[in-house]
Nanobody, 121 residues
Framework: QLQLVESGGGLVQPGGSLRLSCTASGFTLDYYPIGWFRQAPGKEREGLSCISSSDDIIYAESVKGRFTISRDNAKNTVYLEMNSLQPEDTATYYC???????????????WGQGTQVTVSS
């Protein structure tokens, strides 16, 4: 069974950092493009970044320069390093596996359950 599990969320002060992890089971993650998304209450799910199977990377303008996506194939894990976090970054963060390296959420078939990130003083 294909499964993605996010971890690493939590409460952080403005200006702080977090590293989210997306670990796969039931499949080899490096064969797939992996995307990171977030959804705040009352808002649509937003594509943040993706990394292709050949390590091509895309960032949304809202996170470019602050967030970094990477993968560790030995651990079957993709990471999202988030710096300079602000209250508007508060959301549930999801990773997803798809067929195309894109930040469009409709291109991803397999989703994790999400991890909550709260930025507050």
């Amino acid at each position: 069974q294909l499964q993605l599990v996010e971890s690493g969320g939590g409460l952080v002060q403005p200006g702080g950092s977090l590293r989210l992890s997306c670990t796969a089971s039931g499949f080899t993650l490096d064969y797939y493009p992996i995307g990171w998304f977030r959804q705040a209450p009352g808002k649509e799910r937003e594509g943040l970044s993706c990394i292709s199977s050949s390590d091509d990377i895309i960032y949304a303008e809202s996170v470019k320069g602050r967030f970094t996506i990477s993968r560790d194939n030995a651990k079957n894990t993709v990471y999202l390093e988030m710096n300079s976090l602000q209250p508007e970054d508060t959301a549930t963060y999801y990773c997803a596996a798809g067929q195309y390296a894109t930040t469009r959420r409709d291109r991803y078939a397999y989703w994790g359950q999400g991890t909550q990130v709260t930025v507050s003083s």
